[in-house]
């Protein structure tokens, strides 16, 4: 069984495009809930681009599904985490000015600071899961840190996947299966999408959550377009 975790950063980027609180985010969170989703992943970035710091707290009451924060542990992003104790905290090393996550953790040059952040939020009972590039070392690397879980950083494979070529899988099946060995969870997520989802889980072995964002609120728009304007062509006949 693997959960579905939607994450909800491009609702707040549409939000936040015109300063009031249309769509509003925590409504969103709580339907998406509603419609079945297991999860509700936000992004905060430093400079609160889409999900702010008071949303990720504002959040907490609102999802009961699983609720996982991700980001780059800088100070002000783990006093966030270590107040609000949601169910998982994903770190992801992306540097401020990174328009999007772009690489996963070099786990055995930052063993240590991982080892130390990682037994923080377990001392205040939070999952933990490392975003990672699907590389065998990496994924050794990301055992030493004790950390319960990886999340498999899958931008290369659906860019790979969208081009025809499904090879582009093997190396994400070879880091499960050693994750697997490893008794790591995996998750995964970056750029899934209704196209390659079926194909991504047939294939890794014991994948326990993806997060999705864009491909889906994309999808969300294209498939509820049709709906929307025989809505409003009904009000304006
Ligand atoms: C770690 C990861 O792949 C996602 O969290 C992704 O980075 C979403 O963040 P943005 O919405 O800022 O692109
Ligand atoms: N961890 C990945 C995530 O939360 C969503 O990534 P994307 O679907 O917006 O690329």
Do not use: C
């Amino acid at each position: 069984m693997t959960k579905l975790s939607v994450n909800i950063n491009k609702i707040a980027t549409l939000r936040n495009s015109r300063g009031g609180d249309v769509p509003n985010v925590l409504q969103f969170a709580k339907d998406v809930q509603r419609f079945g989703a297991e999860g509700v992943t936000v992004h905060p970035r430093p400079d609160e681009r889409h999900i702010r710091y008071q949303d990720a707290r504002d959040l907490k009451s609102v999802v009961h599904t699983e609720y996982n924060i991700e980001g780059n542990p800088v100070p002000s992003f783990m006093d966030l985490v270590l107040q609000i104790k949601p169910t998982q905290v994903t770190l992801v090393p992306d540097a401020e000015d990174a328009i999007t996550s772009n690489a996963g953790w070099d786990t055995i040059k930052h063993k240590s600071f991982l080892v130390d952040v990682i037994k923080e939020f377990h001392k205040n009972g939070i999952r933990t899961s490392i975003f990672v590039d699907p590389v065998l070392s990496q994924i050794e690397g990301a055992k030493a840190t004790g950390t319960d879980r990886i999340e498999l950083y899958t931008e290369g494979f659906a860019l790979q996947y969208g081009l025809g070529n499904t090879g582009a899988i093997k190396p994400y099946v070879e880091s499960a299966v050693l994750a697997n060995q490893f008794d790591l969870g995996i998750n995964a997520g970056h750029d899934l999408s209704l196209e390659n989802i079926q194909f991504f889980k047939q294939n890794i072995p014991g994948l326990l959550e993806v997060s999705i964002g864009h491909a889906l609120i994309a999808e969300s728009l294209y498939l509820g377009i049709e709906n929307v304007i025989q809505m409003y062509l009904n009000k304006l006949k």
